[in-house]
């Protein structure tokens, strides 16, 4: 009986990584914990941030509980109650609910052939200037490249002023040559390094970095119960730091993606996938592979996905029901760019731990589910 192939591989991960995480969480348990306000960061802590630094080539880390304490942390940074923001109709719903925890309002925008926000659905509403928003957030959905440089342009001509907040929840390992990475032109990105992230904590945890020091500075006052520096009370707060183990976990993680090139495995995964498959993947930029993502006919989804549970792939579906599908969001129904991803995307196991008989295997189910 062949065993089961995972979206997510925690199993194999601990198969073959255990000790290391082991390893890492003895000596962190030896180090104080981070004081209360945050000020003080443990010695792991500090050597995170300074990896996630050269990684990413933004300056400023804080790392969180979780991504959706990123997002509303985010929001509660840039923005204030009764702001109006824009995000795309698409995506997780923490996106939807960060900002309305800020009681704003909500602008839902449709996606494009990426699965990201559009640019030219972004530039009509821009061009009408009765319309009003103080935020936008970008999502890199699956890891796939949103269309920065378009994006930008378009705020840069009608909405100068407008801050952008970027949702790159499991894109760490992004690096555009030709788009901005993450960070570079956003005022702040947030990140998830839950475990089914890759790197991953073992269970949840966030981070939020930016290029500029008085946002950075912001974000530590309100991930510190709205503490200063000068330990004054200056605001509303919340308390949402990763403990000292959980970084010690992701640092050792990060070092395992570096000496194992995992990265690079994924993309080959995802290479053969195009290469064998009768089905295409999402097009764009995709430096980080997530998942793999392909689109099918919405007659012939349910029918694959029986086929690749019959030899238990675990592939599946994602964010199958719109927020417009959901009455409390009111969002806007009938998104041509939505209805085409909730209707006709399956996610395939693309991780680092695949062999290449799981691929065969998948391959040779999908060419004769066609």
């Not at 999402?282 to 019959?310: A, C, Q, T």
Request: glycine share 4%; charged share 20%.
């Amino acid at each position: 009986m062949p065993k089961a192939i995972p979206c997510i591989p925690h199993v194999q991960r601990m198969e073959t990584h255990k000790l290391e995480y082991l390893r890492a969480i003895n000596m962190a348990i030896n180090y104080p914990f981070q004081s209360e306000d945050g000020r003080e960061p443990s010695a792991d802590h500090s050597a995170l941030a300074r990896q996630c630094k050269k990684l990413t080539e933004i300056e400023n880390w804080l790392f969180t509980n979780c991504c959706t304490d990123s997002l509303q942390i985010a929001f509660h940074t840039l923005c204030n109650p009764g702001d109006t923001v824009i995000i795309p109709a698409y995506g997780w719903r923490a996106i939807a609910n960060a900002p309305r925890f800020m009681q704003m309002q909500v602008i839902y925008c449709d996606i494009d052939e990426t699965g990201n926000l559009c640019p030219f659905a972004l530039e009509e509403w821009a061009k009408n200037k009765s319309n009003s928003a103080s935020a936008l957030i970008v999502i890199h959905n699956f890891g796939t490249m949103a269309k920065m440089s378009h994006i930008i342009s378009i705020l840069k001509t009608y909405r100068p002023n407008m801050k952008i907040i970027e949702d790159a929840a499991p894109s760490f390992y992004m690096d555009a040559p030709i788009d901005y990475k993450p960070g570079q032109a956003s005022d702040l990105v947030c990140y998830s390094f839950d475990f089914t992230k890759g790197p991953g904590t073992l269970g949840a945890g966030g981070g939020i970095a930016t290029r500029h020091a008085d946002i950075h500075e912001r974000i530590y006052e309100i991930q510190a119960h709205g503490t200063s520096k000068q330990k004054q009370i200056v605001g509303v707060g919340t308390k949402s730091f990763l403990d000292n183990t959980s970084c010690a976990v992701l640092l050792k993680e990060i070092q395992l993606y570096e000496q194992f090139e995992y990265r690079e495995q994924r993309r080959q995964v995802a290479t053969w996938y195009n290469n064998n498959l009768p089905f295409n993947s999402i097009p764009g930029e995709n430096y980080v592979w997530e998942r793999f993502s392909m689109f099918v006919p919405s007659d012939k989804v349910g029918n694959v996905l029986d086929k690749l549970h019959s030899i238990k792939c675990l592939a599946r579906t994602m964010f199958k029901e719109p927020m417009s599908s959901f009455p409390f969001y009111d969002a806007q129904e009938d998104l041509p760019g939505v209805k085409n991803f909730t209707e006709n995307l399956i996610h395939l196991p693309s991780h680092h731990f695949m062999k290449h008989e799981e691929l065969v295997r998948i391959a040779e189910t999908l060419n004769e589910a066609v």
